[in-house]
């Protein structure tokens, strides 16, 4: 059993930066870790992805709506996912998930309905 703690959430400005971590009780090659968030009102979307394995292609993800802003990365030997947040908006403003699941990430990294193990959330507050 995969357990997950999310850490690092807040609230902030408008403008400003987070980093949010994913402590994983194990971290091995061939997961595909993702970050997810949810809205109030709103269905879950993914945000980011990143796949454990040595597969260039499937290294990382990202939605539309983050690109060039936020950054998913690992630390191995910590057994820790990270979100750098950069430059957030008020509509970044969610619960945001961590999630694994066995296998590479793919052109449906997004699709929730892959992962199988999920954290319990941590609060991101953007103000204007």
């Known amino acids: 059993l995969v357990q997950l703690v999310e850490s690092g959430g807040g609230s902030v400005q408008a403008g400003g930066s987070l980093r949010l971590s994913c402590a994983a009780s194990q971290l091995t090659n061939g997961n595909c870790m993702g970050w997810f968030r949810q809205a109030p009102g709103k269905e879950r979307e993914g945000v980011a992805a990143?796949?454990?394995?040595?597969?260039?292609?499937?290294?990382?993800h990202y939605a539309d709506s983050v690109k060039g802003r936020f950054t998913v990365s690992r630390d191995n030997d910590k057994n820790t996912l990270y979100l750098q947040m950069n430059n957030l908006k008020p509509e970044d403003t969610a619960i945001y998930y961590c999630?694994?699941?066995?296998?590479?990430?793919?052109?449906?990294?997004?699709?929730?309905?892959?992962?199988?193990?999920w954290g319990q959330g941590t609060q991101v507050t953007v103000s204007s």
């Open positions: 999630a694994q699941f066995d296998n590479v990430c793919g052109r449906t990294w997004f699709d929730s309905s892959r992962y199988m193990y």
């Open positions: 990143m796949y454990t394995g040595n597969i260039i292609r499937d290294s990382s």
